[in-house]
Structures are given as structure tokens and as C-alpha cells.
């Protein structure tokens, strides 16, 4: 079965500081997708980033970066020069066809 | 350009009651998807479909029932609603899966009561 954990259901990070997430999933497939969507509150879901689990290269995107352990199952999100705005719920997810997301976690910025 | 529509935004139910969510995409999109979001417990999948005609069961499935009879709309029906379904729901849409970016609805909140 699939799963999919994020064990810290809230963080907060001081404004320009580095913050990282945590997730752990496991999964029976052999080559899968790996996501971090970020849910403002507006609720509207956006992703952040993604990593195809046959690249063992961790992806970038701007401030946001990955840790891929594939043996570990790990795919912990690092969120760099944090801004205001990056106050959300984030969710961590993994699958081929079906997709599944973590419970997520809250990330509150300090000024 | 609309990207994934969900209809209603808002509704409440009576316990018993049945409704359907309208999703809608413009994208052309072959995969369709239908979350809900409780508070404190993510997003749970209910049903998905890779393409017209074809759809299978997610992790709640329970209580809900989907049809996909053309690429652009997957309705998710409640019948005999029960406070349990109150919820958030979310439609989503991508070209490959996740492989490709999946698109989100912006939600129906429902209450049963």
C-alpha cells in the first residue's frame, strides 16, 4: 500500500531563514513521482516542486529545493531566504497513477 | 482560459440527501481527479480517471460514485448524504498524471448537517 508521512504538523521559520520539511513515503512501484504542493489560504493548491524517482539528481526551483534518499524513502523540502509569503499548509504527495498526499504541514514565517 | 471549474462553491446538505460536484477542465486534460481535504488529515483520493470511460477507486471511495463520459467533465455524485462527507473537494486535472503538472480546482466546501 501506499503511504505517505509528514510527521511535523506545524513549523515556523524567522523571515529569510531556511526551513526544511520532512517527508517519508513508501511505495511498492518501482519508478514513481515525488511532489510538494503548497495550499495558501486561499486554498487553492499550487505546486512547488516535483522529482521523478529515477533521477537521482535532487530538483531546484528557485528557493525551494529537495533531499531525495530513495533507499531512505526521504523527500524532505528545503525552503531557502523564506518570505512572508511562503505561509502555507504544505503538502508532500507520491504515486504513478494514483496519487497521494501526506496530512501536510503548516509553515508559519515570523517577521 | 479556465483551467478546472468546480461547481458549487459552497453547499449545505441535509443528512439523506444526494447532490452532484461539477469539475470541468478546458486543458484537454486525459486524468481527472476528486480529493477531499478533512481538517488535520490532507488530501484523501476518491476516485480518478485516465480518460474517457475509464474510472477507478482512490483511498475513500465509499459513499461516492463518478462518471467520465467525455474528456472535459468528472462529476462526483453523493447519494444519501451523511455528515461524514462534510468536507472540502477538490477537482483536479493533468496531461500524464503527476508526471505532468496536475491542476486543482479552487474547492466545493459541503456540509451535511
Known amino acids: 500500500a501506499q503511504t505517505v508521512t509528514q510527521s511535523q504538523p506545524e513549523m515556523s521559520v524567522q523571515e529569510a531563514e531556511t526551513v526544511t520539511l520532512s517527508c517519508t513515503y513508501d511505495t511498492s512501484e518501482s519508478d514513481y513521482y515525488l511532489f510538494w504542493y503548497k495550499q495558501p489560504p486561499s486554498r487553492q493548491m499550487i505546486l512547488v516542486i516535483r522529482?521523478?524517482?529515477?533521477?537521482?539528481q535532487n530538483a531546484t526551483e528557485n528557493r525551494f529545493s529537495v533531499n531525495f534518499q530513495k533507499a531512505a524513502k526521504s523527500f524532505s523540502l528545503k525552503i531557502s531566504d523564506s518570505q512572508l509569503g511562503d505561509a502555507a499548509m504544505y503538502f508532500c504527495g507520491s504515486g504513478t497513477y494514483k496519487y497521494i498526499f501526506g496530512t501536510g504541514t503548516r509553515l508559519k514565517v515570523l517577521a | 482560459n479556465a483551467g478546472v471549474t468546480q461547481t458549487p462553491k459552497f453547499r449545505i446538505l441535509k443528512i439523506g440527501q444526494s447532490m452532484t460536484l461539477q469539475c470541468a477542465q478546458d486543458?484537454?486534460?486525459?486524468?481527472m481527479y476528486w480529493y477531499r481535504q478533512d481538517p488535520g488529515m490532507g488530501l484523501k483520493l476518491i476516485y480518478y480517471?485516465?480518460?474517457?470511460?475509464?474510472?477507478d477507486k482512490g483511498e475513500v471511495p465509499n459513499g461516492y460514485n463518478v462518471s467520465r463520459s467525455t474528456t472535459e467533465d468528472f462529476p462526483l455524485r453523493l447519494e444519501l448524504a451523511a455528515p461524514s462527507q462534510t468536507s472540502v473537494y477538490f477537482c483536479?486535472?493533468?496531461?500524464?498524471?503527476?508526471?505532468?503538472?496536475?491542476?486543482f480546482g479552487q474547492g466545493t466546501r459541503l456540509t451535511v448537517v
Open positions: 483536479a486535472s493533468s496531461t500524464q498524471g503527476f508526471m505532468a503538472e496536475a491542476f
Open positions: 480517471s485516465v480518460g474517457a470511460g475509464i474510472t
Open positions: 522529482q521523478e524517482a529515477y533521477k537521482q
Open positions: 486543458m484537454n486534460h486525459n486524468y
